[in-house]
């Protein structure tokens, strides 16, 4: 079983690596990405050594310098790269009751501190300091994941 290691050159890191790629496009969200690079990496630094060195890298050197090198790649995608690291320019695109902060309506019924009310096609539970009448005009002021927060407008 150690003999093949023996033999390992760079086209079997490129050949990990490039296997580890079509993974990766298979939908591995970026699990494989540092690993692959590694890959890639070692295949290079093998091809120098072999050239350079003309005995190349014992099997054991390339396998604990591709180790090392894949988790510092993949510690370096997941601190730096991450879709979750980056900031969006709409942060309440997904969080409805977070879009309807600065909404002004009119009141289709009393509300007596708390109560619901329709906004769209959902009705939502809202909480007031104080009682509202129908046909007053209000503005959602603050929300969180169920409860709207109004207050009449002056």
């Known amino acids: 079983m150690w003999a093949w290691f023996e033999q390992l050159s760079q086209w079997h890191w490129f050949i990990f690596g490039l296997l580890l790629l079509i993974g990766e496009a298979l939908g591995a969200a970026g699990f494989l990405l540092g690993t692959a690079l590694a890959s890639l990496l070692m295949g290079v630094i093998v091809w120098i050594a072999s050239v350079v060195f003309d005995t190349g890298m014992g099997w054991q ?9 894949s988790t510092l790649f993949s510690v370096l995608y997941w601190r730096f790269f991450r879709a979750d690291q980056q900031v969006s320019d709409r942060p309440e695109l997904n969080h409805r009751t977070a879009q309807l902060v600065g909404r002004k309506l009119v009141l289709d019924n009393d509300i007596p ?3 619901r009310i329709q906004i769209g096609d959902t009705f939502w539970k809202v909480v007031s300091e104080s009682p509202l009448k129908a046909g ?5 002021v603050s929300a969180d994941a169920t409860t ?3 207050k009449k407008l002056i």
């Open 61 to 69: 050197t390339q396998v604990v310098l591709g180790a090392m090198l």
């Open 113 to 115: 501190f708390e109560g």
């Open 136 to 140: 007053e005009h209000i503005e959602v």
């Open 148 to 150: 709207l927060t109004i």
